[in-house]
């Protein structure tokens, strides 16, 4: 037996209007610092638009799931196969790409990232850069000319941050500053 057409929101509205309420109750989740159940609730629904994978990848930054958050960044932003950044990849997801590095242990691989972006100028990457200067400034001298002149990062030293990893490029009641309980989320432009 076919289906009948009409019963089923597949329209292009429909489904936007569902990614929209998943995203809403994604953002509502993480306000609460509930990240484990944002990435449940994501990966229940088993969709795959950037903006829902970009929150998925932050919940794992701030589960503390470093690596996990890495391999799902490096499927949005790197060219399948090779080390090259997609061009057409949103900055947004280069920069959490590049924190999700930077808090696995690979301090080097995030300036790369970052460098090769050029958003020197977001709020958000000069965090990260900060956090990376006052690690350098915390090194010996022969840290800091291994670090100079080859990014060796000296072991058993990680970046530490003293925000929360990832910017999860929408605007949620509870994070930085208060939102009227009436406004929607947004994704950031």
Known sequence: MIP???????????????CDELLQRA???IAEKKYQKAVDLLNAKGLRESSHQNLKGVCLMRLGLYDDAVRLFRSLVMVPGSTQIRHDAPA??????????????CASGCTEVLTEIHQDQDPYVRQVRAAIDKW??????LQKLNWWMGRIEPANRPVKIDFEPGDLGIEIQGEDTPKPESQPVALRP
């Not at 009948?4 to 569902?18: D, E, G, L, T």
Request: proline share 3%; no cysteine.
């Open 4 to 18: 009948n057409r009409h019963q089923q929101p597949s329209n292009a509205h429909n489904r936007s209007a569902a």
């Open 27 to 29: 953002a509502k989740l």
């Open 92 to 105: 947004l997801h280069k920069i959490n790409f590049a924190t999700s590095l930077l808090l696995s242990g």
């Open 136 to 141: 350098v400034s915390q090194m010996t001298i």
